[in-house]
């Protein structure tokens, strides 16, 4: 799934081609795209028409579009295959188009919500006072968000019985970091993605926290981690960040540090990539 660049990217391109630009109709070609707005397709067309898009936010993974002046957002849930992409009028259809939204202006363009797998989806919720939709109320800022509390972060990570990988995908406590990003951001650190949180020092935690920040700004100034042609910006362009992976995906390459070869292990119905010499396993206390 997309992590904190890779959707930082798409909504960069929609605040330079959807921002403050009214809908002039939506149109729903397949139901599963807005199952997720419980009274329907066509109820989720009709309160988007006439409506003037605000400025796309982001927190962590999570990417809306506010409606201006009605106190609701358009969330967007681009699951494992979703792409938002600005498309002229003419451009032909995607093979799977699921919501087009044109708009009310002479520029030629149009939004559309294309889905391969279905995972993904659109949806209408009321705004809470913070400017997020009410669902995502509970999710904890990401680390490139200028309010996000260090200190907070430290003593929180240190008070849950977990192991760091576990906290770092943890949405409620830190968001933004998926599979990727903390595999990385832990080889930096040389840390095993098994070691208990409560063991971590207070600079150990913000060194890790240092290095998360710094791989994915990092990934964000090329564009994020396309592995596929699913994970594209709104003009259809794959980022290549993979390119300078020193874990993710690597396994049986050299550890760019020692040399070690990048092992993986099945974790959590994923998996987790690390060098066994820079990243040694914590002791089995007996």
Known sequence: MPELPEVEVVRRGLERWVAHRTVADAEVLHPRAVRRHLTGADDFAHRLKGHRIGTPSRR?????????DTGQSVLAHLGMSGQLLVQPHEAPAE???????RFADDLGTELRFVDQRTFGGL????????????VIAHIARDPLDPLFDDELFVQALRRRRTTVKRALLDQSLISGVGNIYADEALWRARLHYDRPTPALTRPRVLELLGHARDVMNAALSVGGTSFDSLYVNVNGESGYFDRSLDAYGREGLPCGRCGTAIRR??????????????????????
């Open 265 to 286: 292990r099945a974790w959590m119905n994923r998996s987790s990539y690390f060098c066994p010499r820079c990243q040694r396993a914590p002791r089995v206390s007996s």
């Open 60 to 68: 962590g993974k999570y990417l809306w579009l506010p409606l201006e």
């Open 95 to 101: 093979k799977h188009l699921r919501v087009r939204v």
């Open 123 to 134: 949806s209408l919720h009321d705004t809470t006072p913070g400017g997020l939709p009410d």
